[in-house]
């Protein structure tokens, strides 16, 4: 597995999905048609795991490369989300997914571990709080799918309750379990 990870990070580095235009990040695939939080967000996840289990400066020096990208390019300051996507014709499209930013909730956590930065557990805390504000529905006690779709969908909402977890694991808040647990007894 350790192996099919280095290879993966290793195309990653090489394959030209990462460029310069605005700013960085990764492609969504190799039409290079739209630049995505949620791929950005997995990548990062994976230098960073990389970095603590080899030590090897250069999936540090990726991870760093992708973290501020996301954080200058894809975050959003007024709602405290990340976008969805950058399109190929520069356009920010501002919908937000409850999968993305459960992935970046993921991301800060990680950060804050492997890097011994605490800033990043007080960010994740804060991007679930807004996701919270922003993507939870108080009638059903489940996460909309985006701020644009009401609906719920299983994989696409269920990640909220796996970050969630993830979350209270970091810093002991109940509050965290009990919206995970409301949104998998939602979907059951």
């Known amino acids: 597995?350790?192996?099919?990870?280095?290879?993966?990070?290793?195309?990653?580095?090489?394959?030209?999905?990462?460029?310069?235009?605005?700013?960085?990040?990764?492609?969504?695939?190799?039409?290079?048609?739209?630049?995505?939080?949620?791929?950005?967000?997995?990548?990062?996840?994976?230098?960073?795991?990389?970095?603590?289990?080899?030590?090897?400066?250069?999936?540090?020096?990726?991870?760093?490369?992708?973290?501020?990208?996301?954080?200058?390019?894809?975050?959003?300051?007024?709602?405290?989300?990340?976008?969805?996507?950058?399109?190929?014709?520069?356009?920010?499209?501002?919908?937000?997914?409850?999968?993305?930013?459960?992935?970046?909730?993921?991301?800060?956590?990680?950060?804050?571990q492997i890097m011994a930065d605490n800033s990043y557990l007080t960010k994740a805390e804060a991007l679930a709080t807004n996701l919270n504000a922003k993507l939870w529905n108080n009638a059903s006690k489940a996460y909309y799918f985006n701020t644009t779709d009401g609906r719920v969908n299983p994989c696409w909402c269920g990640w909220a309750s796996q970050s969630l977890i993830r979350l209270y694991e970091a810093d002991g808040n109940g509050a965290w379990l009990d919206h995970a647990q409301q949104n998998i007894d939602f979907m059951n």
């Open 1 to 112: 597995y350790l192996n099919s990870a280095i290879a993966t990070a290793n195309w990653l580095m090489q394959s030209g999905q990462w460029d310069t235009t605005y700013g960085g990040g990764f492609w969504w695939s190799d039409e290079k048609t739209v630049k995505p939080t949620q791929s950005n967000g997995l990548a990062l996840q994976l230098f960073l795991r990389l970095y603590k289990i080899t030590g090897q400066a250069s999936y540090r020096d990726w991870a760093n490369s992708v973290k501020s990208w996301l954080e200058s390019q894809m975050f959003d300051a007024a709602d405290g989300l990340y976008l969805w996507q950058i399109e190929t014709n520069g356009f920010k499209n501002l919908i937000k997914f409850t999968y993305d930013n459960a992935i970046m909730i993921e991301a800060d956590l990680l950060y804050a």
